[in-house]
């Protein structure tokens, strides 16, 4: 038993680890040039080098990107976007989570004829490009008088959703034994019944997994934004844009850095809070009865 | 308890050219335990699923209690059952599960409480009622499985291969609790199995299965000891019934059949009168181990008894007796000897074959030549 446990000061380990936290280096660089960058006076970017540490620690840079950089005309910074990108997100995650759950429900425990054609055509939505639809998605929010605003951008965000939300949750449930359902019917639940009480409490680690997913795909998305929203209803990845290329003589790098970090948060927060549940949705393969 | 009706139950699936279930008939008394037995793909569960409404039938109908309840929801029906899977709701401690039934219905709170109260002292589960059903044993689970399905005080009980994910020792006691269950609740059950022991020991009647159709339906005796055609015969009893290929022939002392052993040996076996028409025509001897043993004093002047030796090939010790193995006719035979009586294999053994209860088949039809 003695020699079982062996330390681990081998040269394969020590390679192995070495080459590991090489790869965690490079992708962590741009992240970190980032940060230092935001915390960083105009002086100290000139001066200095990309790779060193602030000579004065500032917040100013973060503060001047939440409430006094100028994106175009405005010079409010990015916190009115921020909030806008809140009101597009909640809904248009929520929505689109809540409707997928329920079309895999259906999917996949009350299959009809046509069902399997109906989820393979659904799963094109997931292939068709965003700029294909630009157009015609901006007639038809014109026609239904939603054109510039959130509740627009939500419906388009939950229509492309949909086809992702739909596909994780079929799955997740096709692994659910129909057993459940048949003893649920017979208890004398209908089917919404059976969905809200015997379901959905099953699909904490796949409504994590739908959650992260599309709280990332919407958070993130620009194109649409930029497309279908304008002027006080933009989402903060288009006004991150206008910031960065609005120019009042000096770039302020420590600024653009900040109001970037800014953007990038909530996805971060999302993913560490929720992290723990979307690798273990991912690899959920079973739901033992 | 409630009395169950099939008539003519028919079942095509989608797409599917033949039928599943091909004209069903069964009656099932008030307070009957009825198993439905079968090889997998016997239309056995489709048949069971059919009456709880989980699938619709393509005809007849299903009458509980004079009504017909085909066209019902299975909510609708009051039947409730047992699933091999337990189906427990997996996020519902025991107590909910139970309740949840009582809770849809509307059932106050206070008459859930005592009914969930009563089941789990019935089932011996009271210390269990809070825990979530991933906590419990295979056996544990299974009777939760039951106690939501007693819970419910259901017209009729639907048992879909309850024991067959326990392992064989608490198989045979959950086999023995059911059977207890059902005499002090006297309610009526339809137990779907594959497993012919399970089919014996538990029925007031056994329905036998195949290909769709109701092969025979009648007492655990009945289905033993006559059983109407080769696939009843050979799949009641284990170890199964031999089949051997006779000719019947005509002496001075009555009619016998000749079976040959290994080694050239031939003995002539008394079979009973009821073959005369049968005389110089080949049928098959149904015969089961039992029927051939020791040599016993007492049986001895029967005249439906006959000795002879014959070579074993193999035993196989069971504990109480001894399966000897020989060959009769080119078929491997098999004997269930005392586990006393001395045999070896390779060795003669002298054997006493009891004629009295075999059973013999058209070759043809595979049906049982019956008694006139």
Redesign the interface.
Do not use: C, D, H, V
């Given at each position: 038993m003695t020699d079982v446990v062996r330390t681990g000061f081998r040269p394969s380990r020590i390679a192995i680890y070495g080459v590991l936290l090489l790869a965690c280096l490079v992708y962590l660089i741009p992240l970190i040039i980032m940060l230092i960058t935001s915390f960083k006076t105009p002086m100290d970017i000139r001066t200095g080098n990309l790779l060193a540490l602030p000579t004065d620690w500032t917040v100013m840079g973060w503060t001047k990107a939440w409430s006094e950089a100028c994106t175009g005309v405005q010079c409010e910074g990015v916190r009115g976007f921020f909030w806008n990108s809140f009101k597009m997100t909640v809904p248009a995650v929520l929505i689109s989570t809540l409707l997928g759950a329920f079309n895999g429900y259906v999917l996949s425990k009350w299959k009809f004829k046509g069902s399997d054609l109906m989820f393979g055509m659904l799963l094109f939505g997931c292939f068709v490009p965003f700029q294909v639809v630009l157009l015609p998605m901006a007639a038809t929010l014109g026609k239904l008088g939603l054109a510039n605003t959130t509740a627009g951008l939500v419906l388009v965000h939950v229509i492309y959703g949909v086809a992702f939300t739909t596909l994780f949750f079929r799955n997740y449930y096709v692994a659910v034994p129909d057993a459940l359902v048949k003893a649920a019917r017979l208890d004398g639940a209908g089917f919404f019944t059976i969905f809200f009480r015997i379901l959905l409490p099953l699909s904490t680690p796949i409504f994590m997994v739908s959650l992260i997913w599309q709280f990332t795909q919407i958070w993130n998305d620009f194109l649409f934004g930029v497309v279908f929203a304008s002027g006080d209803s933009q989402p903060i990845t288009v006004a991150l844009n206008n910031l960065v290329n609005t120019s009042t003589g000096v770039k302020e790098y420590n600024v653009d850095m900040a109001a970037a970090m800014i953007a990038a948060l909530p996805t971060l927060v999302v993913y560490i809070v929720a992290g723990k549940y979307f690798i273990r949705g991912l690899t959920a393969g079973s739901v033992k009865g | 308890m409630s009395q169950l009706e099939l008539r003519d139950i028919r079942k095509t699936y989608a797409g599917a050219l033949d039928e599943t279930l091909k004209g069903i008939n069964i009656d099932i008394a008030s307070g009957e335990f009825l198993t439905l037995v079968g090889p997998s793909g016997c239309g056995k569960s489709t048949l069971m699923?059919s009456i709880?409404?989980?699938e619709t039938i393509t005809g007849g109908s299903i009458v509980v209690d004079g009504k017909d309840i085909s066209g019902m929801?299975?909510?609708d029906r009051d039947?409730?059952?047992v699933?091999?899977?337990?189906?427990?709701?997996?996020?519902m401690s025991v107590r909910e599960n139970i309740a949840?039934?009582l809770k849809?219905?509307g059932m106050p709170k206070e008459e859930i409480r005592q009914e969930v109260e009563r089941v789990a002292d019935l089932l011996q589960i009271s210390p269990l009622l809070d825990k979530k059903?991933?906590r419990l044993s295979g056996g544990q689970q299974q009777r939760v499985a039951m106690g939501?399905a007693l819970a419910?005080r259901p017209k009729i009980y639907l048992f879909d291969e309850p024991l067959s994910n326990l392992d064989a020792k608490l198989r045979v006691e959950m086999r023995t609790e059911i059977k207890k269950l059902h005499q002090r609740l006297k309610t009526t059950i339809v137990y779907v199995t594959h497993d012919q022991i399970e089919a014996m020991t538990l029925a007031d009647r056994i329905a036998v299965l195949k290909d769709g159709e109701l092969q025979q339906l009648g007492t655990p005796k009945e289905v033993y000891d006559t059983p109407e055609n080769l696939f009843v015969a050979s799949f009641m009893g284990s170890p199964s019934m031999s089949f051997i290929d006779v000719t019947v022939e005509r002496s001075d002392t009555g009619l016998s059949v000749t079976v040959e052993g290994s080694d050239g040996r031939t003995l002539a076996l008394p079979v009973p009168e009821y073959l005369e028409n049968w005389a110089g025509n080949r049928v098959v001897l149904g015969i089961r181990p039992e029927h051939i043993s020791q040599p016993d004093e007492q049986k001895r002047d029967n005249m439906m008894v006959e000795e002879g030796r014959f070579t074993v090939e193999v035993t196989e010790p069971t504990g109480p007796d001894v399966i000897a193995v020989i060959r009769l006719n080119g078929i491997d035979v098999q004997c269930r000897l005392d586990a006393e009586h001395p045999v070896e294999w390779g060795e003669d053994a002298e054997l006493m074959f009891d004629m009295r209860k075999v059973v013999f088949f058209d070759p043809q039809s595979e049906k049982r030549i019956r008694p006139q």
């Open positions: - | 699923n709880a409404g989980l929801e299975p909510k039947i409730a059952m699933f091999q899977s337990y189906a427990l709701y997996p996020t949840f039934g849809i219905r059903p991933s939501r419910r």
